[in-house]
C-alpha cells in the first residue's frame, strides 16, 4: 500500500516550452500532496503544498506563475512549468499525504526534467 | 523559525557494524518523526516513523526519540553495503502541517 506514481520519469523539452508532471496517490487519498525539486548533491526544496480542491501555497520564492499546479481530486496533482528554461533544469519528486495513516508522506519516484 | 538539523557526513562504517545517525529539531512541541532513506537519483522511501518517547524497532532499524532533549537517532544494525545512502530525518511540528526535513547525512557502509 501506499503508492505514489509520477509521469513522465525523464522528460527533456526544449526552451520555452511547457511540462507538465502527473503525480497519483494508487491505493489512497490524499488530501495534501506535496512538490519538491532536488538539485544534485542538495538536499529537497519544498515548491509547494496543494490541497485538493483549493489553491497550491507556494513557498517563498517559488514563482506561482511558472510553476502551476493543480490537485483537482484526492488522488491527482499536477505541476506544469511554464515557459522552461535550463536553470530549471532539475529532479522534480511529488509526496503525498495519507490522510488515514497518521499524516505520513509518501513519495513518487520523481521525474527528471532537462530543459536544453 | 522551525529547524531540522542533520550531520551531513559522509558517515563510513564497516560491514555489519551498527550505523547511527542523528537528527535534532528546533520545536520542543513537534509530533511526529520520520526518517526516509535516499539513494543517488531515486527519491526518498520512507524507513520508520516514531511519535513517542523511547525506542522503535523495525528489523535491523530502530528509531530512538527523547523529545526532552529534542533528538531523535537512527540506528542500523548488521549494515550492509546496500545501506549506502542518504538518510533524511523529517518532522512534522504540528499535525495537517508540512515536514520539515533536514539536509541528510550520506552514510557510506564498506565491504
Known amino acids: 500500500g501506499a503508492v505514489v506514481s509520477q509521469h513522465p520519469s525523464r522528460v527533456i523539452c526544449k526552451s520555452g516550452t511547457s511540462v507538465k508532471i502527473e503525480c497519483r496517490s494508487l491505493?489512497?487519498?490524499?488530501?495534501?500532496m506535496f512538490w519538491y525539486r532536488q538539485f544534485p548533491k542538495q538536499s529537497l526544496m519544498l515548491m509547494a503544498t496543494s490541497n485538493e480542491g483549493s489553491k497550491a501555497t507556494y513557498e517563498q520564492g517559488v514563482e506561482k506563475d511558472k510553476f502551476l499546479i493543480n490537485h483537482a481530486s484526492l488522488t491527482l496533482s499536477t505541476l506544469t512549468v511554464t515557459s522552461a528554461h535550463p536553470e530549471d533544469s532539475s529532479f522534480y519528486i511529488c509526496s503525498a499525504r495519507d490522510r488515514d495513516r497518521h499524516y505520513e508522506q509518501y513519495f513518487g519516484p520523481g521525474t527528471r526534467l532537462t530543459v536544453t | 523559525q522551525k529547524e531540522v538539523e542533520q550531520n551531513s557526513g559522509p558517515l563510513s562504517v564497516p560491514e555489519g557494524a551498527i550505523a547511527s545517525l542523528n537528527c535534532t529539531y528546533s520545536d520542543r512541541g513537534s509530533q511526529s518523526f520520520f526518517w526516509y532513506r535516499q539513494y543517488s537519483g531515486k527519491s526518498p522511501e520512507l524507513i520508520m516513523f516514531?511519535?513517542?518517547?523511547g525506542d522503535k524497532e523495525d528489523g535491523r532499524f530502530t528509531a530512538q526519540l527523547n523529545k526532552a532533549s529534542q533528538y531523535v537517532s537512527l540506528l542500523i544494525r548488521d549494515s550492509q553495503p546496500s545501506d549506502s545512502a542518504t538518510y533524511l530525518c523529517a518532522v512534522n511540528f504540528s499535525y495537517g502541517q508540512n515536514f520539515v526535513f533536514g539536509p541528510g547525512t550520506r552514510l557510506s557502509v564498506l565491504p
Open positions: 491505493d489512497f487519498q490524499a488530501t495534501t
Open positions: 516514531i511519535y513517542s518517547n
